[in-house]
């Protein structure tokens, strides 16, 4: 194994195993265009007293009104709604708590505050805050009531990014093009999204969600809680609601399949790019006891772990709970290593049971709970390249390059979808699986791709860049949209975009992609039997489409087999050196 790889692999490992209110209508206060809100009640009393859509930009939530601004694509936008309290203080790690109610309209023109994390250029800077628990609406600016619910989930590793990160992430044009209504918030994110330990936790009856350690999952949990009670007054359907998102967004859609406190919250998924890992309290626990003792040494309590681990050992579990709640976001991250673009190496996703079944997304069925409904499942043709082609490593390199980049992003597409298809096909009462792979931009064997020189190359079909045909516009981040959108692949991108935004559309309503009256290919269903339709190919051919049904699926072992017979020495030792390093997939290759 060459140097380069041996320097890293310690830390690449690790990240693998270590992501009623009522209303009290005063007749004098509604005169007075002013309402107040108090106390809390059950559901049921709420929801009957929630105003429905009007057509007007001040809507009454259950907690107070707040004011929209026009869009594009004809749209409305409510900006930073508290679906939580602020989870700072005795709030951190704890379960979120509905927020605070308030007198008149809340009137937000600018997007709320990322959560705590790294800044994705600044490496070395803190930004963000605590107080980031809050969502983003976009609707129709129409009268329209009973629109399906677009859920955005953001990506990031589960320690960087936010809902409103990039332009791409804003709902505006999906919810014009598609008539939906489309909604995005903010979650904790790294060790105050996910961290478990003994000190933190009561063992009492009813603490159970704040004792899970999963509570970037329960304030995603709690959003769904909110859109449920709430979304009707913006002319959402609360018995539609799609929950998606892409790769560390979409692993967190993967886990809410299997987290009996989000049951009944949502009706269909999408996941793009969303590979599965859940890990055991356990590991959690010894994650966060590393935590603990390089605090100790950072802040000077102590000269090295091995006297802090002594320390430790005289402190009680109210002692080390008092210590962790003063410490700041700065110092707690500090205690990670980062990984690229500010994500660090941390341990998220608990299989505690209550939050996240016990079993975690394992491939039997029996006592795993599942949440069962209508799933899209999709991965990129080129997923790896984003993550590969800044490395100096394949300077020089171009054929060990696109080896691995071919091989280990079919290794994704094994865990992001042939493997998590087949687990939910065990469930014969399953409603439904659909699989897609994002074929367009990719480095044909001719040589062609939509993209110019050198990124079709380097980046093709790369992770992320389905998000904006899904999303119907043309933000990916900042320097790539220059690189890979141009004017000459403009018709194709938009006629695909179109086409994929349509069949979600459908997929929202119905809970199946296929519109009646569409000209476009029947999506199928994923099926097991073998060379029987699997996975849907988005693509174009100059600019028109090219979309068809597939019969692959793959296995690990199928792609290891693929690889011995196609690669000769030292292709093939050089392949396998880096994907056995390469933290995206390396767990795969312990197969």
């Keep these: 194994m060459n140097t380069h790889k041996q320097g890293k692999i310690i830390m690449q490992k690790k990240i693998l195993f270590a992501g009623n209110i009522r209303y009290v209508f005063l007749p004098w206060i509604i005169f007075l265009g002013l309402f107040s809100i108090s106390g809390c009640g059950s559901n049921d009393d709420e929801s009957l007293l929630l105003k429905k859509w009007e057509g007007n930009e001040i809507v009454e939530t259950q907690y107070g009104a707040v004011k929209g601004y026009e869009d594009e694509a004809v749209t409305w936008v409510w900006k930073a709604i508290p679906f939580a309290k602020p989870p700072e203080g005795d709030l951190r790690w704890k379960t979120p708590e509905p927020p605070e109610s308030w007198r008149g309209t809340r009137d937000e023109t600018t997007f709320c505050s990322p959560c705590s994390q790294y800044d994705q250029i600044d490496t070395t800077k803190i930004v963000g805050s605590e107080d980031c628990l809050y969502l983003n609406i976009w609707r129709p600016r129409t009268d329209e009531t009973d629109l399906p619910v677009y859920v955005w989930i953001h990506g990031g590793g589960n320690s960087i990014g936010s809902s409103t990160q990039t332009p791409g992430y804003y709902g505006a044009d999906l919810a014009g093009k598609s008539n939906m209504v489309f909604v995005s918030m903010n979650y904790r994110l790294g060790p105050l999204g996910w961290f478990t330990h003994p000190s933190l936790r009561t063992g009492t009856a009813g603490d159970e969600e704040s004792d899970s350690g999963n509570f970037g999952t329960l304030d995603i949990i709690e959003s769904l809680k909110w859109i449920r009670d709430n979304i009707e007054a913006f002319g959402g359907d609360p018995g539609r609601v799609l929950i998606s998102g892409e790769s560390a967004g979409a692993r967190n859609v993967m886990t809410l399949l299997i987290s009996p406190a989000a049951e009944n919250l949502f009706h269909t998924a999408l996941s793009q790019s969303g590979q599965y890992p859940t890990i055991p309290v356990s590991v959690g626990e010894a994650s966060a006891n590393e935590v603990i003792l390089k605090l100790l040494v950072n802040d000077g309590t102590t000269e090295n772990s ?13 002692d080390i709970e008092a210590y962790l709640r003063e410490k700041s976001p700065e110092d707690i991250l500090a205690c990670y290593d980062q990984m690229g673009w500010g ?62 980049a071919k091989y280990s992003s079919d290794l994704w597409k094994v865990s992001a979808v042939d493997d998590i298809a087949r687990i939910l096909m065990t469930y014969e009462d399953h409603p439904g699986v659909y699989a897609y792979l994002f074929n367009w931009g990719s480095y044909k064997e001719d040589g062609s791709s939509p993209i110019p020189e050198p990124y079709d190359f380097t980046l093709g079909s790369a992770h992320s860049f389905d998000i904006p045909f899904f999303m119907g516009n043309e933000f990916l981040n900042g320097f790539m949209d220059a690189w890979i959108y141009t004017e000459e692949n403009l018709p194709g991108r938009q006629a695909l975009s179109d086409a994929m935004m349509a069949y979600v559309s459908v997929f929202a309503r119905t809970g199946a992609p296929n519109a009646s009256d569409s000209d476009l290919p029947e999506w199928k269903l994923w099926t097991t039997g073998e060379g029987e339709p699997k996975c849907i190919l988005f693509d174009t051919n100059e600019n028109n489409l090219k979309i068809s049904m597939s019969s692959m699926e793959l296995t690990i072992s199928g792609i290891l087999n693929a690889m011995d017979d196609a690669l000769d020495e030292p292709l093939y030792s050089d392949t396998m050196d880096y994907l056995s390093d390469f933290i995206m997939v390396s767990h795969l290759m312990e197969y």
């Design 306 to 318: 091995i006297k802090a681990i002594e320390y430790l050992a005289d402190e009680s579990n109210a």
């Design 343 to 404: 994500m660090i190496e941390f341990i998220d996703v608990f299989e505690d049971g209550h939050v996240i079944a016990s079993s975690g997304f394992k491939p039997y069925p029996e006592g795993q709970h599942l949440n069962k409904v209508p799933v899209i499942l999709g991965s990129n043709a080129e997923e790896t390249k984003i993550f590969m082609f800044m490395d100096s490593f394949f300077s020089g390199k171009d054929d060990l390059y696109s080896t691995v």
